[in-house]
């Protein structure tokens, strides 16, 4: 198997500091966050508007990454499942993907609502969220 290199594009910065602080799903809880863009990518951000919807893909730092099951939702009522059926962030390869919606784009800073990730989690990619494609 090959290596593969991913520079983070920018860090999360969020009332969230600890794992056990993070909701199941984002998006449900409304936390409000920043993610915070490096200047190297910030042409990147172009066409980047309040009111958008954005796809968040962050390098989940905290996971196990050998963890290969897990009981939904951290139920152990639920039966286990593979973590590929689940959205645990415990997996081989910890990407996190979260939609949030922007709330405001000062230079190098998106105010989002709707991230699950905690402070300081690296930020591998945004990609928008377009209806007509994603639903």
Same mark, same amino acid.
């Not at 962030?89 to 922007?102: A, T, Y």
């Given at each position: ?7 983070? +594009? ?13 909701? @199941? ?11 915070? +863009? ?24 905290? $996971? ?6 897990? @009981?939904?939702?951290?139920?152990? $009522? ?16 910890? +990407? ?7 709330? $405001? ?11 699950? $990730? ?11 969220? +377009? ?5």
């Amino acid at each position: 198997m090959s290596d593969y290199k991913i520079r983070p +594009i920018g860090w999360v910065r969020s009332p969230l500091k600890e794992r056990h602080e993070a909701p @199941h799903q984002g998006r449900r809880a409304g936390v409000e966050a920043e993610l915070i +863009i490096e200047e190297v990518v910030l042409q990147g951000l172009e066409g980047i508007q309040t009111g958008d919807k954005l796809f968040v893909l962050c390098w989940l730092h905290m $996971a196990d990454r050998k963890t290969l099951r897990v @009981h939904p939702k951290g139920n152990p $009522a639920i039966p286990k499942r593979g973590v590929f059926a689940t959205r645990s962030p415990d997996r081989p390869n910890p +990407i996190g993907l979260c939609l949030v919606d922007v709330l $405001a784009v000062e230079g190098p800073v998106l105010k989002v609502r709707g991230l699950d $990730a905690v402070d300081g989690t690296p930020i591998v990619d945004l990609k928008p969220y +377009i209806c007509s494609l994603d639903t």
